[in-house]
């Protein structure tokens, strides 16, 4: 039996504010709705996860943190290997913040390249977000 594959597409945004700012703001399922809006409009804890609302349906999700690796991963709760993975990455005086996303190998280079630009807006969300906090932390 052959062993399935996704295709990885990760983006990455520089943001001039320390790795720790930005790994605040993501590692808090709660800021979900702040930087993706599009796939958080809410966002509550349940029973060691957090339900995720998005047009009106919800979706349980797991959170696996890890500060020391710089690693933020949102996972679905009921099927843990789905989900997005992402990086902070020290870059000199800032952050760089890679976000991963599999795909099955059978999806439409459309859809892939529409989920993407979502992406990328999410990142620059980011990227603002952590900017204004730093700046307001001098």
């Known amino acids: 039996m052959p062993i399935e594959t996704f295709r990885a597409e990760t983006r990455s945004v520089s943001i001039k504010a ?9 590692s808090d399922p709660r800021n979900l709705p702040l930087w993706a809006p599009g796939a958080a409009s809410a966002v509550r804890p349940d029973d060691g996860a957090w339900l995720v609302e998005s047009g009106g349906t919800e979706t349980r999700m797991v959170v696996r ?35 991963t996303l599999l795909f099955p190998e059978r999806t439409p280079e459309e859809a892939v390249a529409r989920q993407m630009t979502i992406v990328e807006t999410e990142l620059r969300a980011v ?7 730093r700046g307001n932390k001098q």
């Open 127 to 133: 990227r603002t977000l952590c900017e204004e906090r």
């Open 65 to 99: 943190v890890s500060r020391e690796h710089g690693t933020v991963d949102l996972l679905i709760a009921e099927d843990p290997p789905q989900g997005v993975f992402t990086r902070v990455l020290p870059s000199g005086e800032g952050a760089e913040y890679q976000f």
């Open 18 to 26: 320390t790795p720790g700012v930005v790994l605040d703001l993501v």
